[in-house]
C-alpha cells in the first residue's frame, strides 16, 4: 500500500474511531527520536563515527499505538505534546497514521521529549532519554471517560496513580487493561508497581525488564514470579484469576503464561536485521491487534452485567500462543527496518508472513520458578 493511500485509509478510520468508539486506547508517551547508525556503541571515554543520522517519530506507547492503527484497529492515544516545532509534527503524524488524538494535550511553553538512539550494524541499539512534555502527569489531565470508550486499554510508562485511575476506568467498562511497564517502576522496583499489576489482565514485558522486576534470571521463573505478583485484586470488573504473563526474549519468540501453563513461542526468521528499536512495540501491536480481530472475545451484543460492566469470555481461555506469534511476527517486520515505525506492518504484510512461515509449534511448560533455569519438563 503507497503512502498516500495508507494515509487517506487512515484519516477515515480516525473518523470512524470518532463515530463508533475504540478499539484500544493507549496511555503513554510520544517523543522525538534522533537515530545515529554507528559501527559500532560507544564504549566509556570513547569516540565513534556515524555513517547516518535520522529523525523519527517514536515514543514506546506511541509506537504501539502507530501500530495497532496499521493492523486496522480504531486505536486513540492519551499522553501529551510540547507545543514546539516537535510536538506539532507528532501530534500530524499520528493524524497521517488513524490515531485518535482527542484526548492529547499540547502543554504550553513545554517542550517535546526526545531521545538519542545509536544503533550498530548488528541492530542492537543504546538510548538517551531527554526528558520534556510526553507522560499524562495528574488526575485532573485524565480523560477517564475517553479511556473508556475503548474495548483494550494499553498502559506504557505512567505515572502510578494515573496508569491506576485509567485501568479502574476501563474495567468499569470491562474492558481488558494490557500493562506494560518499559522500565518505569522507579527505586522501588516490582514493590513500586505491584497495586498496577494487581489491576492488570495482560502483563507484558521484556527479558531484560522481567529479570531486573524479579532479580530472576531465568526467564521461566521470572515470569512465575510476575504471575504471582498479579494476584486477583478486589476490582469487580477485573478478569478472573492472576494475569496473563507475556514475556519477549528476542531471538527465542516469547514465553506465554496463561492457565497454569508456560508457552514457548518461536521467533520468526530474519534476515537483513537492521534495527531492534521498537521491536517489543510491533510486538505488543501484533499481540493485542490478534485478541480483536474476528473471531473477537468482546460481543456487541452482550449487554451489560447487575454491575454495568460489559459481558466477556475469560481472557485466560484465549489463544495466546497464536497471539504472540502473531506479536512475533510484526516484531520481525519491524527490525529490517531503521527506526521505531518503519516497519511496522499493515494488516496484509502481517497476513502474508504469517502464511509464508506457516505455523511453528510450540512447547509447553508447568515448570514452576523453583525449577532450574530454563523450560525444562516441555511437552508438545
Not at 506507547?61 to 502507530?66: G, K, L, Q, S, T
Not at 488526575?139 to 474495548?151: F, K, P, T
Not at 519491524?334 to 510450540?362: F, Q, Y
Request: proline content about 5%.
Amino acid at each position: 500500500m503507497n503512502r498516500a493511500v495508507r494515509q487517506t485509509a487512515a484519516r477515515a478510520c480516525a473518523e470512524e474511531a470518532g463515530v463508533q468508539g475504540l478499539d484500544v486506547v493507549v496511555l503513554g508517551g510520544a517523543a522525538v527520536d534522533q537515530v545515529a547508525e554507528v559501527s559500532q556503541l560507544p564504549q566509556k571515554d570513547s569516540v565513534v563515527l556515524a555513517w547516518s543520522q535520522h529523525t523519527f517519530a517514536g515514543g514506546s506507547a506511541a509506537n504501539v499505538a502507530v501500530g495497532l492503527a496499521r493492523l486496522g484497529c480504531r486505536t486513540g492515544f492519551v499522553g501529551k505534546l510540547g507545543d514546539d516545532e516537535h510536538g506539532r509534527w507528532l501530534a500530524q503524524v499520528f493524524a497521517s497514521e488513524g490515531v485518535d488524538t482527542r484526548a492529547l494535550i499540547v502543554e504550553r511553553g513545554a517542550a517535546t521529549a526526545s531521545c538519542f538512539i545509536a544503533v550498530d550494524g548488528q541492530g542492537e541499539r543504546m538510548i538517551v532519554a531527554f526528558p520534556g512534555a510526553a507522560l499524562i502527569e495528574t488526575l485532573g489531565e485524565l480523560d477517564a471517560d475517553y479511556v473508556a470508550q475503548g474495548r483494550v486499554l494499553y498502559v506504557g510508562p505512567a505515572y502510578p496513580d494515573v496508569a491506576a485511575a485509567a485501568m479502574v476506568a476501563m474495567h468499569q467498562k470491562r474492558g481488558t487493561v494490557v500493562y506494560a511497564p518499559s522500565g518505569a517502576w522507579g527505586p522501588d522496583g516490582l514493590a513500586g508497581i505491584q497495586h498496577l499489576l494487581q489491576h492488570a489482565d495482560v502483563l507484558l514485558v521484556s527479558r531484560t525488564e522481567a529479570a531486573a522486576l524479579t532479580g530472576l534470571s531465568s526467564p521461566a521463573q521470572a515470569v512465575w514470579a510476575l504471575h504471582d505478583a498479579g494476584s486477583p485484586s478486589q476490582s469487580r470488573c477485573r478478569a478472573a484469576g492472576a494475569p496473563v504473563v507475556v514475556q519477549t526474549v528476542g531471538s527465542g519468540g516469547a514465553l506465554v503464561l496463561a492457565q497454569g501453563i508456560i508457552h514457548e513461542v518461536p521467533a520468526f526468521p530474519v534476515s537483513g536485521l537492521r534495527d531492534t528499536t521498537g521491536a517489543g512495540d510491533a510486538f505488543a501491536a501484533g499481540l493485542i491487534a490478534a485478541f480483536l480481530q474476528p473471531p473477537s472475545p468482546y460481543r456487541e451484543d452482550a449487554g451489560a452485567s447487575a454491575t454495568g460492566c460489559l459481558r466477556r469470555p475469560d481472557l485466560q481461555a484465549l489463544d495466546w500462543p497464536a497471539a504472540a506469534r502473531q506479536g512475533n511476527a510484526a516484531a520481525a517486520l519491524k527490525i529490517r527496518c531503521l527506526g521505531a515505525r518503519n516497519g511496522l506492518p499493515t494488516r496484509r504484510e502481517l497476513e502474508r508472513m504469517l502464511a509464508a512461515e506457516g505455523v511453528r509449534p510450540c512447547t509447553q511448560s508447568r515448570r514452576r520458578r523453583g525449577a532450574p533455569a530454563g523450560l525444562g519438563d516441555s511437552t508438545k
